[in-house]
């Protein structure tokens, strides 16, 4: 079975602080995926890669950027958290373009 | 910006019933039509999907089906259990040549009683 596991399943931080979310999954997967889930908003996209080194942003980029040094890796970065990033955030993963995309269990942020 | 219009947002069903949860879409080069259930505490986890050269498919209890001169997909559980109890989400690629990231509906809330 495909595995994709988050760094921490509750964090709680403060405002103004650097905040590090990671990502890995175990087979070989192409892309990956950094969402946020709000009540009442979906999930929505903050950024993807499709290889090692790449990345293009999705629908929330803002305030967040991301690092894929190794291929089952990617890593989610709030440069200086604020209120407004308190969520839910998802990692996905998928093989390929077109691929079902396979999600960790998530990891809810709290920013105070 | 592409949309995937999913309804309703609730849904309260009895044991047995047969909740229906729809998703219309804008783009008529969607080829891929992913139906994700997402339980509490839990990322989303794929259920079943669809391509649209089939006007449906059936997973278990689980039916979709697809109607492409109405641009809508439906997700049908028939004989529902208190365990189907969960948030259920459509998505569907942008368009045909750009189907690495997904649209997202906004979700389906549905609790079916005992």
């Known amino acids: 079975d495909v595995k994709v596991t988050q760094s921490s399943r509750y964090l709680v931080k403060r405002t103004g602080e650097k905040v590090f979310l990671e990502c890995v999954q175990d087979m070989d997967h192409e892309n990956m995926f950094w969402y946020r889930q709000d009540p009442g908003l979906g999930l929505r996209l903050i950024y993807f890669?499709?290889?090692?080194?790449?990345?293009e942003k999705g629908d929330i980029p803002e305030g967040y950027s991301v690092s894929r040094e190794k291929k089952e890796r990617f890593s989610l970065i709030l440069e200086s958290a604020s209120t407004n990033q308190t969520s839910m955030y998802l990692c996905?993963?998928?093989?390929?373009?077109?691929?079902?995309?396979?999600f960790g269990p998530g990891t809810r942020l709290t920013v105070t | 910006q592409q949309q995937v219009k999913q309804s309703p947002q609730s849904l309260i069903v009895q044991k047995g019933g047969i909740p229906i949860i729809n998703c219309a879409y804008e783009n008529t080069a969607f080829d891929y039509f992913p139906w994700y259930q997402q339980f509490p505490g839990k990322g989303p986890a794929l259920l079943i999907a669809?391509?649209?050269d089939v006007s449906e498919k059936k997973e278990g209890r689980f039916t979709i089906s697809f109607n492409k001169s109405a641009k809508q997909f439906s997700l049908h559980i028939m004989d529902s259990q208190p365990g189907d109890s969960a948030t259920y989400f459509c998505?569907?690629?942008?368009?045909?040549?750009?189907?690495?990231?997904?649209?997202w509906g906004l979700g389906t809330s549905l609790a079916v009683n005992p």
């Open positions: 996905a993963s998928s093989f390929t373009a077109g691929a079902p995309q396979y």
């Open positions: 890669s499709y290889d090692v080194k790449m990345k």
């Open positions: 669809i391509r649209p």
């Open positions: 998505a569907a690629p942008p368009n045909a040549g750009n189907n690495r990231k997904l649209i």
